[in-house]
């Protein structure tokens, strides 16, 4: 890790972090009891142990910049949002306690790897952030990082046809016989769709195009630079990677990220979010033609006006809420407080469609269907999603209710579970049974839970990042309800440059009953 400058009355990370969190608990909740001081000290302690104090600070640091600089910063991302400490320094901005996220899901303690908390910037000023860093921890010492294009099985064909000398119109012709989206290649194609496995029979030239592409199918073709993703080292980067100039000056890592991560450096990611900069927009709109001066943490997240708007399903524009599919979701489910959005999101996603959770939620929430629990203990960890095992935090925390798993080896069993790793399941469930009968529960509903937390942890959805993402959801639904004018004259000024997008959100306007005012030089 880079070293974290400290205040001169400061001697070691450890101490200015507790110092910031103490701070940050204080203002965070009115009343601090036994559960939130006994969390905060664990917490702590962990941070402690694994040595990640300077990586807290360093993230704190520059949140707490771009909030001075008033750079729109997301509420949090990922399972970051299960850590008190990070919600106490400011890192993230929605309540762990209060939303039941675990720390655990964050940094496992029986598994050494550096924490990853990815952050969501407005995405006009997410420049200024990273220059911010330049700056701080020195040009010599931050880098962008390396991605690699792959030939992909429709461009490796008009790469090799280029190469052999095909016309564009003929290997355009080839490439167009091999479908679209993931999971395709040319094996598949080959063995799937009619016709492919004749093109090498064209002719000597053909059977070569197609030899040629099954070979190079895969292999990277071209660098590229991350998104997100900025490498600060401890020492000048040339120290611990070889660096790659792009032809615009640009410089990255000659390592992907993969490899930068195994090697234990210290990778940040630093996303633009579309969204932040439209609700940093519209609410500048507002105090500008009201006089109101609103900001985003203000927004509540029970507000009455905005679930008529989502149980409605007129949810263009609002974050991840737009699809046709999500708003007939919306208007089944009929939304009535921010549990069912941070639930919405986790369920809208193929695994969970294709398992049809998502109607034995609605069925259960209306009262068409009775909520079953795999065992009655489990209530209180299920009520909340009527009794589906939506989040992989209540898989963890079932295997610690019943089978007396730590939270790490909760962490180990949920991620076990998701990849289906056989070997590490099987081990897992001996324990798991023999923990659950030492608990008075049977055999026979021990293994029935397991065999169900199997089924449920394959499609199981990160909650921390679910709430998080809910909290912006919640945002830009208040703001249409309430301001549909400045929120929609937002959203398109951000998406100006996508014709079809304009004239969707267009049509939207007109159907709110606004008015759009072409442009006039006569008017300001």
Not at 53 to 69: P, Q
Not at 254 to 265: H, K, N, T
Not at 461 to 468: I, R, T
Request: net charge neutral; aromatic share 8%; charged share 25%.
């Amino acid at each position: 890790l880079p070293e974290f400058p400290l205040p001169e009355n400061f001697s070691n990370p450890d101490e200015y972090l507790r110092c910031l969190g103490s701070e940050g608990l204080k203002n965070r909740y009115d009343r601090i009891d036994d559960e939130l001081t006994e969390r905060f000290e664990y917490e702590l302690g962990i941070i402690k142990r694994m040595g990640y104090a300077g990586y807290f600070l360093i993230v704190w640091d520059f949140i707490k910049v771009s909030r001075e600089r008033s750079i729109p910063v997301g509420p949090g991302r990922g399972s970051a949002a299960g850590s008190l400490i990070c919600y106490c320094l400011g890192i993230t901005d929605i309540d762990p306690m209060s939303n039941k996220l675990i720390f655990e899901r964050f940094l496992n303690p029986d598994r050494i790897s550096m924490p990853d908390i990815d952050i969501d910037f407005c995405f006009e000023k997410r420049g200024e952030i990273i220059q911010y860093v330049v700056e701080k921890y020195g040009k010599e010492n931050v880098s962008q990082i390396i991605t690699f294009g792959s030939m992909a099985a429709r461009g490796v064909i008009k790469d090799v046809g280029r190469v052999l000398g095909f016309p564009y119109a003929d290997a355009e012709k080839v490439s167009r016989m091999i479908p679209e989206g993931p999971g395709v290649t040319l094996l598949k194609t080959l063995n799937e769709v009619p016709g492919f496995a004749d093109v090498a029979k064209e002719s000597p030239k053909h059977d070569m195009l197609i030899k040629n592409a099954l070979v190079l199918e895969g292999v990277s073709r071209n660098p590229g630079i991350h998104a997100a993703g900025v490498l600060i080292t401890p020492s000048p980067l040339v120290e611990h990677i070889p660096l790659y100039k792009t032809n615009k000056g640009d410089i990255t890592s000659q390592f992907d990220m993969r490899i930068v991560e195994d090697m234990g450096l210290l990778k940040m990611d630093f996303l633009g979010l579309r969204t932040l900069t439209v609700i940093d927009k519209a609410l500048k709109l507002v105090e500008k033609t009201t006089g109101k001066k609103i900001s985003a943490e203000e927004i509540p997240m029970d507000d009455p006006k905005s679930f008529k708007l989502l149980q409605s399903g007129k949810t263009v524009g609002v974050f991840q809420l737009e699809s046709s599919g999500m708003q007939e979701l919306l208007r089944n489910l009929k939304p009535e407080a921010f549990e069912d959005i941070v639930a919405v999101n986790a369920l809208f996603r193929p695994g969970p469609l294709g398992a049809g959770m998502d109607k034995v939620y609605v069925e259960c929430k209306h009262g068409r269907q009775a909520v079953k629990y795999p065992h009655p203990s489990l209530e209180p960890i299920l009520n909340e999603t009527n009794g589906v095992i939506l989040y992989q935090e209540q898989v963890m925390q079932i295997a610690s209710l019943m089978g007396g798993f730590t939270m790490a080896e909760a962490d180990a069993l949920r991620k076990a579970m998701g990849k289906k790793n056989k070997e590490m399941m099987d081990q897992a469930r001996v324990k798991f049974v023999v923990g659950a009968q030492e608990r008075e529960y049977s055999k026979a509903i021990a293994d029935k839970v397991f065999d169900e937390m199997a089924f449920f942890a394959e499609y199981g959805f990160n909650k921390s990042h679910s709430a998080s993402y809910a909290v912006l959801s919640m945002q830009t639904a208040w703001l249409k309800a309430h301001y549909p004018a400045h929120f929609m004259a937002s959203t398109i000024t951000t998406e100006m440059k996508k014709g079809d997008r304009v004239t969707q959100l267009i049509d939207e306007v007109k159907s709110l009953g606004l008015t759009i005012s072409p442009p006039s030089i006569n008017k300001p």
